[in-house]
């Protein structure tokens, strides 16, 4: 015990980066785990895709949706997701798939369906990026 007090006594830079890594990762990790929804990556949404009600909704801009999307996919912005939950109450019971480019902004959309009592959201973690990443195909249809 006596070494590790000494260690942190002459590295406290080091030692002070350590803890702030550590609380960063726990917070995350509790985070994700508080949410209310889960990460897919390509397999498993296209198990999901094959054995249940799925909608997947596409909520990149309208350009980037043109540039090419998941075959089927909803296309509703994150921008006009709020003021369009009308266009998915029929699929209320459905499993709710959201991706974006990257997965950077979908985790948004997932919270605002969940805020507005879809239960089954899901996030495509990676977004088409990795689907496409994956070899799985996309149109512009």
């Known amino acids: 015990m006596e070494q590790i007090i000494e260690f942190a006594g ?21 985070n994700r785990a508080t949410r209310g929804f889960d990460d897919m990556d390509p397999g498993q949404l296209t198990r999901l895709i094959n054995h249940e009600d799925t909608l997947l909704l596409d909520i990149r801009t309208t350009g980037e949706y043109r540039q090419g999307h998941i075959l089927n996919s909803r296309h509703i912005p994150v921008s006009e997701l709020a003021t369009r939950m009308g266009d998915l109450e029929k699929r209320r019971d459905a499993h709710i798939v959201v991706y974006c480019k990257s997965g950077n902004r979908s985790p948004a959309a997932c919270k605002i369906l969940k805020s507005h009592g879809f239960e089954k959201v899901h996030n495509l973690g990676g977004g088409i990026i990795a689907w496409q990443g994956a070899n799985l195909p996309t149109t512009t249809r």
Do not use: K, M, R
């Open 10 to 30: 002459n590295h406290l830079i080091l030692v002070s980066a350590f803890v702030v890594v550590l609380a960063v990762l726990i917070a995350t990790e509790i």
